[in-house]
């Protein structure tokens, strides 16, 4: 049995460390485009008072958590989901599908259907997150990019476009 | 298209194609209940550094496995039984074989082991007699299979399992794995994928089900194969081609093997050729010997390989002929890839026309139903490379 080993997998830093910052980013950016942007604004007043979700990568990979307080604002809420009741839990499956879809290498539609991402929680709000992260995704990136993260461009106005892009990244580097 | 009126149909194998295929696997183990497996490859692989691959898929998933990287050319006991001691005494819950044919087999044998007794090696030998699940097996096959990967079969020395219980739980197909492969053992695989969709296809116990499978795989080798004789680097085209191994496995694994597989493994074994690249000589006269007998399969064949505009623009009885030329222009583009290397006949495959009926009568020994005389027409035809007479 000379070759035979026991192999212990090491990590993969970097990609950790890159996925945890795009998710902390994405998170606060959802916080400042529900503020600022009126579609983004709708999806979260259709969802229910004190509704959380969370997208994260699997096992024990980077996480955001972003939810309504009880007054129907919308907040950043970190990574740690202990303790929280998350009403919908979107996981990628490994970091490599997450590396995939957070280099804009495949849009979140094109990661489903390639069973990348495991959704639990109600369906409809499913796909309104999956709308609020479209929408976010269109003001963080530019066009060229965009374009493959999400699954249709929109045709919005250009000052729409270049004003919520100034104020998302604003609010989302100061955090207010 | 007439309709079944029973249908019998096991297909108990998922399947993770594509791009960053192998990363699924530590998920799809916790699905199976399992957190510790052992990694099973041939030297084929290790020598080609594939097993680095899977050393990155299990990256930051906390699961710890062990690696073995010696499995012999052909499936071995001892092999298996020195397996069988490390996955016990280490602990191990789950089998993950990453290779050709032999990789696959010694996975199957130790799964036998070590899911019942040792004895049951020598006990299960022949055709279902497995009477319980297995410990989880996921398969990963490289270009270099020989078709049996992901089907119902092993065989370990002289003796052939059989039972859907062999069938691996997952099948991983990862394009990284199926980088330039050698010519010559791309299309013996992709030989015998074809031959087991096509004889899964007209087989007298067939089904829809089994037609489902049989007809996506052939189209898949009609798209894939060409392209990868072509261009040998392109990797989609390549795993394209293990995608078709896996379907024409699972068709394979629902009907008994026909004239085809039986002659081509036995002319295959008698002198140490590849089995694929036998079947692809007999493919032809066996075919044109299948659909003179039987004119109803003519249509059905021909629907699965044509395309829609080749179904239209041919008339009935000019079918037959099309599927022989497309078979025998596939062959002289497998001749045209390997410069003129490929046999195309049996004679060119060095093999002396004194043996054929060697050759038929081990295929009869093998389960073969088929009549010596009738065996050895198409064996004549195929060492002459002429239509049968």
């Known amino acids: ?176 | 298209m007439q309709v079944s009126s029973n249908i019998e149909f096991i297909c108990p194998v998922k399947t993770n194609a594509g791009k960053k295929g192998l990363d699924h696997i530590p998920i799809e183990l916790k699905a199976l209940n399992a957190e510790r497996p052992i990694v099973i490859t041939d030297q084929e692989t290790a020598n080609k550094g594939l097993s680095k691959h899977m050393i990155n898929a299990f990256k930051d998933s906390g699961m710890h496995f062990g690696l073995f990287e010696g499995v012999p050319k052909t499936a071995d006991v001892k092999t298996i039984r020195n397996l069988s001691q490390k996955f016990l005494y280490k602990g191990f819950d789950a089998i993950i074989a990453m290779g050709g044919g032999a990789a696959m087999d010694v996975a199957k044998g130790l799964n036998m082991v070590v899911s019942g007794t040792p004895e049951d090696l020598k006990l299960l030998a022949g055709i279902d007699k497995i009477q319980h699940r297995l410990k989880p097996f996921i398969a990963v096959p490289t270009a270099w299979g020989n078709g049996f990967e992901i089907t119902k079969y092993a065989f370990i020395e002289s003796k052939a399992y059989a039972s859907h219980h062999l069938m691996p739980d997952l099948v991983v197909i990862d394009p990284v794995l199926f980088k330039a492969p050698d010519t010559k053992l791309m299309v013996s695989s992709a030989m015998i994928a074809l031959t087991h969709a096509i004889e899964a296809c007209i087989h007298p116990n067939g089904n829809e089900f089994i037609d489902c499978y049989a007809h996506a795989a052939i189209q898949h080798i009609k798209t894939c194969f060409p392209k990868a004789l072509t261009h040998p680097k392109d990797k989609q085209a390549n795993a394209g081609i293990g995608q078709a191994a896996a379907m024409a496995g699972c068709a394979f694994s629902n009907v008994h093997p026909g004239m085809i597989h039986r002659l081509g493994k036995a002319a295959g074994t008698m002198f140490n050729i590849s089995s694929g690249i036998c079947m692809g000589i007999l493919l032809p006269y066996g075919l044109e010997y299948k659909l003179k007998k039987n004119k109803a399969l003519v249509s059905k064949l021909f629907h699965s390989i044509a395309d829609f505009d080749e179904r239209a623009q041919t008339s009935p009885g000019a079918q037959q002929q099309k599927i022989i030329q497309y078979i025998k222009k596939l062959q002289n583009n497998m001749a045209d890839a390997t410069k003129k290397t490929l046999p195309l006949t049996l004679q060119q495959a060095d093999i002396s026309k004194n043996s054929l009926a060697a050759i038929a009568q081990r295929a009869i020994d093998n389960g073969l139903s088929m009549d010596k005389d009738e065996c050895l027409k198409v064996l004549t035809a195929a060492y002459d490379g002429k239509s049968i007479a």
């Open chain 1, 1 to 176: 049995m000379g070759e035979y080993k026991d192999i212990t997998p090491g990590k993969k830093r970097i990609k950790r460390l890159y996925t945890a910052i795009m998710l902390w980013f994405v998170g606060r950016s959802i916080q400042a485009a529900a503020k600022i942007d009126d579609d983004v604004k709708k999806e979260f007043e259709e969802l229910p008072d004190q509704f959380l979700f969370s997208l994260g990568v699997t096992p024990d990979g980077p996480r955001m958590l972003v939810g309504k307080d009880v007054n129907g604002r919308v907040k950043y809420l970190g990574s740690n989901p202990k303790g929280r009741k998350i009403n919908v839990d979107m996981t990628i499956k490994n970091l490599e599908a997450a590396i995939l879809l957070f280099t804009f290498q495949e849009s979140t539609a094109i990661s489903s259907c390639h069973d990348r991402l495991t959704v639990d929680g109600d369906i409809p709000s499913a796909c309104s997150v999956v709308r609020i992260l479209d929408m976010v995704e269109v003001y963080l990136l530019p066009k060229i990019v965009a374009k493959l993260a999400v699954k249709r461009y929109p045709q919005w106005s250009t000052e729409r476009k270049l004003m919520g892009r100034t104020k998302i990244y604003l609010r989302a580097i100061l955090g207010f």
